[in-house]
């Protein structure tokens, strides 16, 4: 007899702009997870982005404080904090008031960051990126978990740290988001942490990844998969619809990745994070992994990803550029999609 799988559902949160001011952005992002909450969705995942006018999301601690205090069962999560530009002892007490304002519906991610103007500002060299996050996730999962009051690290240290007040949840589980690099799958995968999967990447790149996971921990991996999601009355209408979103989304991406010159700046040591950056934010990719399409088809996609992964959470990010047409997507998602997979 086969497994029986069951997908959670998620909502992938960027808070963005087409229109309008930034305000209007966050208050119409919050109202359709509070929307989310009231139709089941099991989760909620908001982004981390900075100097962007797109994605107005530079701060998801207080985005999560206020829509906690407005939802009641969905859990609640970053995707991901940009882990290597936080002071850890602070952001490990932000988490644990957050759990405690949640009632203990807390997610954590984390990234490493790849846009080159946050390395700049943040004064964090591109090279030491990675090497930051796995110190930062690992000394923060400590001090969450009450253990090892010291770290010593190359770039995380502090000594005789005991946070206060505790995280309802005795260990809040802990995503590390990847576009397919080894050495974040092998970090998750030796830690026991979760895989947060990029919206451009393929169900063969996911497997992948999967599999080297498993080859080390032993077990698979619980996965966090991102998808762009559009449902229409048929597939060419869903397309024609999503594209547009997608489009622009890629367009400003782009464009925050990148910055003028300056006469005391380097790029070159940059030009490696902004080439990241191109291949992370292919929009063609967007649209070929997305679920996009009839209900019918949507279906269908959806029992691709069901063959091929056991403990998943799919999180959509709906391609409407309103309010009112995400809402409409969702319900659609609701009433015609998921009762059937």
């Given at each position: 007899?086969?497994?029986?799988?069951?997908?959670?559902?998620?909502?992938?949160?960027?808070?963005?702009?087409?229109?309008?001011?930034?305000?209007?952005?966050?208050?119409?992002?919050?109202?359709?997870?509070?929307?989310?909450?009231?139709?089941?969705?099991?989760?909620?995942?908001?982004?981390?982005?900075?100097?962007?006018?797109?994605?107005?999301?530079?701060?998801?601690?207080?985005?999560?404080?206020?829509?906690?205090?407005?939802?009641?069962?969905?859990?609640?999560?970053?995707a991901g904090y940009l882990a290597p530009f936080y002071d850890v002892v602070r952001l490990a007490e932000e988490i644990a008031i957050l759990d405690i304002l949640s009632g203990g519906r807390m997610?954590?991610?984390?990234?490493?960051?790849?846009?080159?103007?946050?390395?700049?500002?943040?004064?964090?060299?591109?090279?030491?990126?990675?090497?930051?996050?796995?110190?930062?996730?690992?000394?923060?999962?400590?001090?969450?978990?009450?253990?090892?009051?010291?770290?010593?690290?190359?770039?995380?240290?502090?000594?005789?740290?005991?946070?206060?007040?505790?995280?309802?949840?005795?260990?809040?589980?802990?995503?590390?988001?990847?576009?397919?690099?080894?050495q974040s799958i092998e970090f998750a995968a030796r830690n026991g942490f979760a895989l947060m999967a990029s919206q451009g990447l393929s169900l063969d790149e996911?497997?992948?990844?999967?599999?080297?996971?498993?080859?080390?921990?032993?077990?698979?991996?619980?996965?966090?998969?991102?998808?762009?999601?559009?449902?229409?009355?048929?597939?060419?209408?869903?397309?024609?619809?999503?594209?547009?979103?997608?489009?622009?989304?890629?367009?400003?991406?782009?464009?925050?990745?990148?910055?003028?010159?300056?006469?005391?700046?380097?790029?070159?040591?940059?030009?490696?994070?902004?080439?990241?950056?191109?291949?992370?934010?292919?929009?063609?990719?967007?649209?070929?992994?997305?679920?996009?399409?009839?209900?019918?088809?949507?279906?269908?996609?959806?029992?691709?990803?069901?063959?091929?992964?056991?403990?998943?959470?799919?999180?959509?990010?709906?391609?409407?550029?309103?309010?009112?047409?995400?809402?409409?997507?969702?319900?659609?998602?609701?009433?015609?999609?998921?009762?059937?997979?």
């Amino acid at each position: 007899m086969g497994v029986w799988i069951v997908i959670r559902w998620g909502l992938f949160c960027l808070f963005e702009r087409f229109y309008g001011s930034s305000k209007t952005a966050i208050e119409e992002q919050l109202d359709l997870v509070e929307y989310a909450d009231t139709i089941g969705f099991d989760e909620a995942w908001f982004g981390e982005h900075h100097f962007n006018d797109f994605s107005v999301c530079p701060s998801p601690s207080l985005l999560l404080a206020n829509i906690s205090a407005r939802t009641k069962n969905i859990r609640l999560g970053v995707a991901g904090y940009l882990a290597p530009f936080y002071d850890v002892v602070r952001l490990a007490e932000e988490i644990a008031i957050l759990d405690i304002l949640s009632g203990g519906r807390m997610n954590l991610g984390f990234a490493k960051g790849a846009f080159a103007p946050d390395s700049k500002h943040f004064k964090v060299q591109p090279e030491n990126l990675r090497k930051a996050m796995f110190e930062s996730v690992e000394a923060i999962s400590n001090l969450l978990l009450g253990n090892n009051s010291d770290f010593v690290g190359e770039f995380v240290n502090y000594s005789n740290v005991d946070i206060e007040p505790k995280p309802i949840q005795p260990k809040i589980p802990i995503h590390i988001a990847t576009f397919s690099s080894a050495q974040s799958i092998e970090f998750a995968a030796r830690n026991g942490f979760a895989l947060m999967a990029s919206q451009g990447l393929s169900l063969d790149e996911c497997e992948k990844m999967s599999d080297y996971y498993e080859s080390i921990a032993k077990e698979a991996p619980k996965i966090i998969l991102m998808r762009t999601f559009c449902v229409g009355d048929t597939d060419e209408k869903a397309i024609k619809q999503a594209r547009p979103a997608i489009d622009h989304f890629v367009k400003s991406m782009k464009s925050a990745s990148s910055f003028a010159k300056s006469p005391v700046y380097d790029e070159k040591k940059y030009a490696s994070l902004i080439g990241e950056r191109e291949i992370f934010f292919d929009g063609s990719k967007f649209l070929e992994c997305g679920i996009i399409g009839s209900a019918t088809t949507c279906i269908k996609q959806i029992e691709q990803i069901k063959k091929r992964f056991e403990n998943i959470t799919i999180a959509l990010k709906p391609t409407g550029t309103s309010f009112k047409t995400n809402k409409i997507f969702l319900r659609r998602f609701n009433e015609q999609i998921r009762p059937y997979c």
